[in-house]
């Protein structure tokens, strides 16, 4: 039985962001790669839409440049072929302040021949921003709970 | 073949919430459901985790006091023996002002005997405040971007 492409993807992610190796997540991206992490890009620069190779592994290079992972914590995983959701917990540091983050996020991922070619990244974005800051931000109660 | 649950489910939802007609979404709900909705509680009570049908059915009842949904585009979608992911934009108003809120949601979902016996929704719930409050949050820029 073949290792799904998602165990290695996620090894080369891993040691793309931690070790600055990038060889091997560049050797599975495919070159017409549709890729998106939602958020505010306001404060995360590095999030948001890239289409292509080389807009993807750039913007890999700002993540490993502002975040280290220390852990992640798989809570939820669907496999498919050449497809795969996941929902992880993960915790990181920011490389400016080692301060530590942990941010639950849905991963949606499609491959073409063992490469990537659609990535979908949700965060739990209200949360990481609370935390980023390092501060609560006031929050009014909506609505009816009668 | 026989459809799968996801779909008897999303429109016993949407019933449930759009038209308080709870019965047929109330007969889907294993009784020891495990449900977790993250995002901040604070602003809205009817998220966060409940165990148990009871509780499930209370917050349901909850969330049509509070929304209405207008249209649910789906952008991604996994289905497996008895569990589904999918990645979903969601077009709402709020009850109480009418305000169109559009929110994106992962939903992760699995099935016991044809009911629902895990569920795991993240939110991009910056966005969603965002939009709730009807203007922006002031957000440093973080990081380095070399």
């Given at each position: 039985?073949?290792?799904?492409?998602?165990?290695?993807?996620?090894r080369a992610l891993h040691r793309a962001i931690n070790e600055r190796q990038f060889d091997e997540f560049a050797a599975m991206v495919d070159e017409d790669i549709d890729w998106a992490i939602y958020g505010p890009i306001d404060m995360f620069p590095f999030l948001g839409a890239?289409?292509?190779?080389?807009a993807v592994l750039d913007t890999v290079r700002q993540i490993a440049n502002n975040v280290h992972i220390?852990?992640?914590?798989?809570e939820t995983l669907m496999l498919d072929d050449g497809a795969a959701a996941t929902m992880v917990r993960?915790?990181?540091t920011t490389q400016d302040s080692d301060k530590p983050?942990?941010?639950r996020l849905a991963q949606f991922l499609q491959f073409r021949a063992g490469k990537l070619s659609r990535l979908r990244i949700l965060i739990d974005t209200f949360d990481l921003v609370e935390q980023t800051l390092g501060r609560p931000i006031d929050l009014p109660r909506i609505g009816s709970f009668a």
């Open positions: 039985m073949t290792e799904h492409s998602l165990w290695r993807l996620s890239r289409m292509g190779k080389d220390r852990k992640v914590e798989r993960c915790a990181m983050i942990t941010a």
